[in-house]
């Protein structure tokens, strides 16, 4: 089991941007995946995007061209930079792990409004 622990969630109006941050306590270059999930309640988690330890990335189509995910080893950290946010993406977002340990962490909220 890894330990993750998301940040960087807050207010922003729409249109504005955020970089949330996942800080895992392993070293992640041996996690073969992480990912970043939001989910609103009352509906599925689901996937905004995914990082694996090659350095490839998966983005939904929702969200292709204004997010980007990112890691950096040395830091035991994984990064999700938002632009362009819309009301809709609202959520709770969470950061996973995959391989050969896994993992959720807590949960960051974040809020479009304006």
């Known amino acids: 089991q890894v330990q993750l622990v998301e940040s960087g969630g807050g207010l922003v109006q729409p249109g504005g941007s955020l970089r949330l941050s996942c800080t895992a306590s392993?070293?992640?270059?041996?996690?073969?995946?992480m990912g970043w999930y939001r989910q609103v309640p009352g509906k599925q988690r689901e996937l905004v995007a995914v990082?694996?330890?090659?350095?490839?990335?998966n983005y939904a189509d929702s969200v292709k061209g204004r997010f980007t995910i990112s890691r950096d080893n040395a830091k035991n950290t994984v990064y999700l930079q938002m632009n362009s946010l819309k009301y809709e993406e609202t959520a709770e977002y969470y950061c996973?792990?995959?391989?050969?340990?896994?993992?959720w962490g807590q949960g960051t909220q974040v809020t479009v409004s304006s």
């Open positions: 996973n792990a995959v391989g050969p340990v896994t993992g």
């Open positions: 392993v070293r992640i270059f041996s996690i073969n995946a």
């Open positions: 990082i694996t330890t090659g350095g490839n990335t």
